[in-house]
């Protein structure tokens, strides 16, 4: 069975919400735009970035806080036949049987319209049914990174007055409104994914007329990565982060590899000769040992970015600047 046959449902972390929910959505933005949808105000993305980067800046966690995550759905080229809107409502609602979620989805069509699909931008929070606002029970000292300090020197400067960038919210008055529930769990696990992936897939198939065109999800022999847990206080977490790192950027390589034309095959051939082989061949001569593996991993990423690379220049060699067929 060739590619086309198989569903194709890719998840991202969303890092500016209202940027990303601006771009799927806006008419000037995109060239094949056929239909925009939402379960929300605009406002209510101001809201969730907002308690989002509070909530992220109080943990003290190194990186970039998550706003949000996006799935990108292919579809089946005929669907594009459809009622534009009644077809991405379809789509989203499926989504929302499950998920009691915010979410906004945009039908797009790629610039040479080669790729019909769907971006479906959703949050990782129900909204609470009622308001949720703390009071401070004394005065409370918040720095220019908006971190709560215990006292009220360390938010001044030497001439003891409140530094630009700092606040106090004094006894009785609210210092913190959520209006959002607590992240679901469920949204980070690969459990998430492989399960909307059928889902959608389910979805598709239930409207699609040619049964040529009807999918499945590829499960075994997958070309994809797993990426491993990493418990609480594991000493070997840095080791385990890395290595994930790794891990996702073959997975990141191996949609791009897919979206750009190659099929499952030949991304599973090229898993096999730079990961699976090799690390068969390093357990025989020298046991486990994660460096090697991290080796190993390293020069197929390498490797699979270029296999991509290629495939783009193959596919727009015989186009003019514009990107039309020459």
């Given at each position: ?23 799927i ?6 060239e ?18 907002e ?134 769990e ?50 070997k ?28 095959v ?5 898993k ?55």
């Amino acid at each position: 069975m060739n590619r086309r046959n198989h569903s194709f449902v890719m998840e991202s972390k969303l890092h500016d919400v209202k940027g990303r929910v601006d771009y799927i959505s806006s008419p000037k933005r995109q060239e094949n735009l056929y239909a925009v949808f939402s379960n929300v105000e605009d406002s209510y993305w101001d809201l969730l970035a907002e308690q989002n980067q509070r909530d992220f800046a109080k943990s003290g966690t190194d990186g970039t806080c998550i706003e949000a995550r996006e799935l990108i759905i292919m579809l089946p080229p005929s669907l594009i036949g459809y009622d534009h809107e009644l077809l991405l409502k379809y789509m989203t609602s499926v989504f929302l049987e499950k998920y009691d979620v915010g979410c906004c989805a945009a039908l797009h069509h790629n610039k040479s319209k080669t790729n019909l699909h769907i971006h479906l931008i959703f949050s990782e929070r129900e909204i609470r049914q009622e308001v949720e606002q703390k009071i401070a029970s004394r005065n409370m000292f918040y720095n220019e990174s908006g971190k709560h300090v215990r006292t009220k020197k360390e938010i001044l400067d030497e001439d003891g007055n409140l530094r630009s960038g700092c606040k106090i919210i004094k006894k009785g008055e609210v210092y913190e409104t959520n209006f959002f529930q607590p992240k679901k769990e469920e949204f980070k696990s690969h459990a998430f994914l492989e399960n909307i992936k059928q889902v959608m897939t389910d979805a598709i198939n239930e409207i699609v007329k040619d049964e040529n065109e009807k999918l499945q999800v590829f499960q075994k022999g997958s070309p994809y990565l797993a990426t491993k847990k990493i418990g609480k206080n594991n000493p070997k977490e840095a080791e385990i982060r890395a290595d994930n790192y790794l891990r996702q950027e073959w997975n990141r390589n191996v949609d791009r590899a897919l979206l750009t034309g190659a099929s499952e095959v030949e991304v599973m051939m090229a898993k096999q000769s730079q990961i699976d082989e090799p690390v068969a061949e390093s357990l025989r001569q020298h046991g486990q040992d994660p460096k090697l593996f991290t080796g190993i991993l390293q020069k197929a990423v390498g490797y699979l970015r270029g296999f991509v690379e290629f495939l783009r220049e193959m596919k727009y060699c015989d186009r003019d600047p514009e990107g039309n067929p020459l």
